[in-house]
C-alpha cells in the first residue's frame, strides 16, 4: 500500500509565500509523474502543476511564473513553491503519484489534501 502525506498548508496574506510537500511511501518500485491538483469551494479540482520524473515541469496557465513545482526522487518527494499568493489560491490541494507498484502494477495514489487560504 502507498500513501502519500501532504503538508505545509495554512493561512497567508495575499502576496505571500507557502511551500507544500508531499512525501510518498510504501511499495514503491519507481515513482513516474508527479502532481499537484487545487479543488476550490463548489469547483472541479484541477491540475496546478506537474513533474515528469526527469524533472521536466508544466504548469496550470493561473499559476505560471508564480509557482515552482520540484521533486527529491531520492526521498520520494514532490514539493510546490507557492509565491505571490492571491485570494484565488485558495483551495484544498492534493498531491498525486503515478507510479510502479511493488505488485509490478502501474497505479496512482493521491495525498489527503491540504488547506491553503488566502483570504481577500
Known amino acids: 500500500q502507498v500513501q502519500l502525506v501532504e503538508s505545509g498548508g495554512g493561512l497567508v496574506q495575499a502576496g505571500g509565500s507557502l511551500r507544500l510537500s508531499c512525501a510518498a511511501s510504501?511499495?514503491?518500485?519507481?515513482?513516474?509523474?508527479m502532481a499537484w491538483y487545487r479543488q476550490a469551494p463548489g469547483k472541479q479540482r484541477e491540475l496546478v502543476a506537474l513533474?515528469?520524473?526527469?524533472?521536466?515541469?508544466n504548469y496550470a496557465r493561473s499559476v505560471e511564473g508564480r509557482f515552482t513545482i520540484s521533486r527529491d526522487n531520492a526521498k520520494n518527494t514532490v514539493y510546490l513553491q507557492m509565491n505571490s499568493l492571491k485570494p484565488e489560491d485558495t483551495a484544498v490541494y492534493y498531491c498525486?503519484?503515478?507510479?510502479?507498484?511493488?505488485?509490478?502494477?502501474?497505479?496512482?495514489?493521491w495525498g489527503q489534501g491540504t488547506q491553503v487560504t488566502v483570504p481577500s
Open positions: 498525486n503519484a503515478d507510479f510502479l507498484s511493488g505488485r509490478l502494477r502501474r497505479e496512482t495514489s
Open positions: 510504501g511499495s514503491i518500485l519507481r515513482i513516474d509523474a
Open positions: 513533474i515528469s520524473s526527469g524533472g521536466r515541469a
